[in-house]
């Protein structure tokens, strides 16, 4: 089992950034998969970006060039960096990690991008 615990939300401007964490109650290093997804209201959840733990990442199209996804095994974090913020962007961002055949998932950040 893993618990994940996301931080680092809030509201920006468009054109700002945010960094989000996830820590893991685990060294993220045993952990197959992990990775970020957001959900605005209305929507269904999507997929935002992941990373394996050989480093490979994908990225949504959405939001290729604009974020990058981490982890850290000395801290048993993941990180979310966000740049260029925009008001889509707007939704509650969540953690998720795969463990063997079983995924986990925090409580979600919420962050908003208005002016």
């Known amino acids: 089992q893993v618990q994940l615990v996301e931080s680092g939300g809030g509201l920006v401007q468009p054109g700002g950034s945010l960094r989000l964490s996830c820590a893991a109650s685990?060294?993220?290093?045993?952990?197959?998969?992990m990775g970020w997804y957001r959900q605005a209201p209305g929507k269904e959840r999507e997929l935002v970006a992941v990373?394996?733990?050989?480093?490979?990442?994908h990225y949504a199209d959405s939001v290729k060039g604009r974020f990058t996804i981490s982890r850290d095994n000395s801290d048993n974090t993941a990180y979310l960096q966000m740049n260029s913020l925009k008001p889509e962007d707007t939704a509650v961002y969540y953690c998720?990690?795969?463990?063997?055949?079983?995924?986990?998932w925090g409580q979600g950040t919420q962050v908003t991008v208005s002016s």
């Open positions: 998720n990690a795969v463990l063997g055949n079983r995924a986990y």
């Open positions: 685990r060294n993220v290093n045993s952990i197959n998969v």
């Open positions: 990373i394996t733990t050989g480093r490979t990442t």
